[in-house]
C-alpha cells in the first residue's frame, strides 16, 4: 500500500449526474421521508417548490449515483473494499436539489492519518457540489477508516 499521506490533496474530476424526480422518492422512501413534497409535484408545488425538492442528506446519495472520472483515492492506495469502513459523514447545505437538476460534484482529500500504530489509516475528504447555475447545493465532509491486519 502506498503512503498515507501520499493522498492529501489529491482533487478528482468534476463528475456530473442528473437529478430524476424517481431517484428522489427511491430516496425518501429508503429513508424514511414522509412528506409528500417528496413525492407529489403538486403538494412540492403548493409548499412553493419548483419541483419536487431532494431530502436532506440526498448529495450522498447523487455523489454514488454519479460516473467516476478517475482512479479512486483506494485504488491510489492499493486497498481492498473488504477493509474499509465508513468513518464519519457531515453534510453542509446550501441551495435546495431538485429534480431536474444537475449537480457537478469535486472531492478532495483535505487529510490522510494513522492511528494505532498504523493499524487504523483514516482518509478524510471532502465534496463540494454545485448545480446547473454553479450555485453551491452543500458539501460533504467524509471519512473512511482503512484496517489493517
Sequence with gaps: MADISSVIGRETQAKSVAVEQGQIQFFAKATGAKDKIYWDLESAKAAGHPAIPAPPTFLFSLDMLAPNTDESVLQVLG???????????????????????????????????????????FVVS????????????????????????
Design 79 to 121: 486497498v481492498d473494499i473488504g477493509q474499509i469502513l465508513h468513518g464519519e459523514q457531515r453534510f453542509a447545505y446550501g441551495k435546495q436539489i431538485y429534480a431536474g437538476d444537475v449537480i457537478t460534484l469535486t472531492t478532495k482529500v483535505t487529510d490522510a492519518y494513522d492511528k494505532k500504530g498504523g493499524a487504523l489509516q
Design 126 to 149: 471532502e465534496t463540494q457540489a454545485v448545480n446547473q447555475s454553479g450555485e453551491s447545493v452543500g458539501s460533504m465532509t467524509n471519512s473512511l477508516v482503512i484496517r489493517n491486519a
